[in-house]
């Protein structure tokens, strides 16, 4: 059975956000909320935790997992960036945005597209998250709470706690999140493209 805690969303608990980020550390599958929406997320080491949230979403190698990042500078620990894409990402984050980068020596394989090795990396603006990335010191490998045959993701916490109750370390109620997913932006090329049309706005790329 997962632990359950809920999380003032604009005050975050300082203990229950250490305790969640410890779930994390030990290799833990958590449920949290985002500016966009609920989402999985583990450990980025942590392979075990990650083929968990894969069995959970029923997806393959092909899917592609976010990397949730306290700023920029952490962002360019994972991601290959040059100086038009820092100005677009600064004009964007934090946000409800994931944007697709070239991934760094410092990605695992396994965490990159099978043969463009890209990652999706992104910085939230939800207090909860940016409060557990502070905490974690490090990025959360995250995939949108969208269970197989769901056309939208889960956002009512019953529910969530009912479907995921015994397949998951940790539950964190944050309040209702909404069911839109990210903003998808591929930053990869000459001009920004938009893959998936989500919550973030696209007056920042310009389109």
Do not use: W
Not at 122 to 147: M, N
């Amino acid at each position: 059975m997962a632990q359950f805690f809920s999380i003032h969303p604009d005050n975050p608990q300082p203990r229950l956000v250490s305790q969640a980020a410890e779930i994390l550390r030990g290799g833990g599958v958590i449920v949290y909320p985002t500016d966009s929406c609920y989402a999985l997320g583990c450990h980025i080491g942590d392979k075990a935790a990650m083929e968990r949230v894969r069995a959970i979403r029923q997806v393959d190698a092909r899917h592609h997992f976010a990397l949730l990042c306290r700023d920029l500078a952490e962002i360019a620990v994972y991601a290959r960036i040059d100086n038009r894409q820092f100005r677009l990402l600064k004009a964007a984050t934090p946000g409800s945005y994931t944007f697709i980068l070239q991934a760094t020596r410092e990605v695992p394989k396994r965490l990159q597209h099978p043969s463009r090795r890209t990652i999706g990396l992104r910085i939230p603006d939800h207090k909860v998250v940016l409060a557990l990335l502070t905490e974690l010191g490090e990025p959360i490998l995250s995939s949108t709470l969208l269970l197989p045959g769901d056309e939208a993701p889960l956002n009512d916490i019953d529910e969530i706690r009912e479907r995921l109750d015994h397949r998951v370390d940790l539950i964190i109620d944050g309040g209702s999140c909404g069911i839109t997913p990210t903003t998808v932006v591929n930053l990869t090329g000459e001009v920004p493209v938009i893959t998936r049309a989500g919550k973030g706005g696209t007056a920042p790329f310009g389109l």
